[in-house]
Each structure stands twice: as C-alpha cells, then as structure tokens.
C-alpha cells in the first residue's frame, strides 16, 4: 500500500471541468463495447454519486479516476463503484487502489453501508472486496457471477443483502425497454 504523503499525484474531488477528461480515459481504457455491459446498462439515466467522484491529478494531468452510482438490491440501497480507471501508461503505480481507498473511507464516512462491483477479485481484494456467492446477487443481463464482488461498509451489511441490481432511481428518462432495468 502506498503512503499519501510520498505519492507524486494528488487526489482531489473530481470537477465539473474534468468530466470531458474521464470521459475520454475511461473511452481509451474500456472501449466502445463497454455500454453493452450490465454495469453500464445500470448507469444509463442515473447520475452518478458526485460526492464520490474523484480523480488522480499528477504534473497538472489526469492519471486516474472513480466514480459511484446508486442502485438497490433487493429494494436495499447500495453503491455500484465504476468504472475506476487508471493511464494505460500510469498502471501499477497504485493510483487506482489509492482512489478506491479513498473514496471507499468517504463514502463510509457518509453513511452508505455496502459497494458492489463487477471486476477482478485478486486486484479488487486489495482493499477488502470479496466474491459473493453465486446467485444472491443477480445483475439484470449477462455478468460472470465469479466477478460479482462486495464489501460491507458497516459491520455485516453485505451478508443480509440478496436479490436483482435495479437502478436505485432515474436521474434522466433513457430507452431501456427489454433491458430489464427499469
């Protein structure tokens, strides 16, 4: 784990100016095919949790970022973390676990009890996720059940949570019919 005080970058909260960047390094890190997929389909008209959005900023240059949305899970809020990306050429750095701690330890401190992803658990479990057990957590469309991971920010909160990933609202009205999402 990487100390705070001896890392080059800075993480701050992500601004309003630095959307059109994230925008584009999320673009070079997970290509067009990435609306296709569950998560995304679970972002579309919901804004995203903007206390939660924060960016890695390095020699004036965006080297990383995280973002949060709102879903429900069987009818019990929860936070969705993603997408979390990091420069193709900044990777293995510790920029992107050094955002999710981060932003993990802020959302915690506001009240919100569990996050849930769809990743890699060897990466994710650097800071405390772990792979759900088969089928208690059900994404509406196709996701590997091997990569649904969770972490309880208030004691045991994940193990009383089971059920399909909704939207937790919608922000802008979007199409989403046949999409199981509404």
């Known amino acids: 784990m990487s100390d705070a005080s001896n890392v080059p970058w800075t993480i701050r909260p992500e601004r309003p100016e630095d959307a059109p960047l994230v925008d584009a390094l999320n673009e070079a890190a997970f290509g067009p095919g990435r609306f296709a997929k569950s998560a995304y389909r679970l972002r579309e008209g919901v804004s995203q949790v903007a206390e939660l959005a924060f960016v890695a900023i390095e020699k004036a240059e965006l080297r990383g970022s995280v973002r949060y949305w709102p879903v429900s899970i069987g009818g019990h809020p929860a936070l969705m973390l993603g997408p979390l990306a990091v420069k193709a050429?900044?990777?293995g750095r510790g920029i992107g676990i050094m955002l999710m701690q981060h932003s993990l330890a802020e959302a915690r401190a506001q009240g919100h009890a569990v996050v849930i992803l769809v990743g890699d658990e060897p990466y994710y479990a650097r800071v405390g996720f772990s792979r759900l057990p088969p089928g208690r957590v059900r994404f509406p469309g196709p996701v590997d059940p091997s990569r649904i991971?969770?972490?309880s920010l208030k004691a045991g909160e994940?193990?009383?949570?089971?059920?399909e990933v909704r939207r937790a609202k919608i922000d802008d009205a979007v199409c989403a019919d046949g999409a199981g999402l509404g």
């Open 149 to 151: 991971l969770g972490l």
């Open 89 to 91: 050429s900044e990777r």
């Open 158 to 163: 994940m193990l009383n949570l089971s059920g």
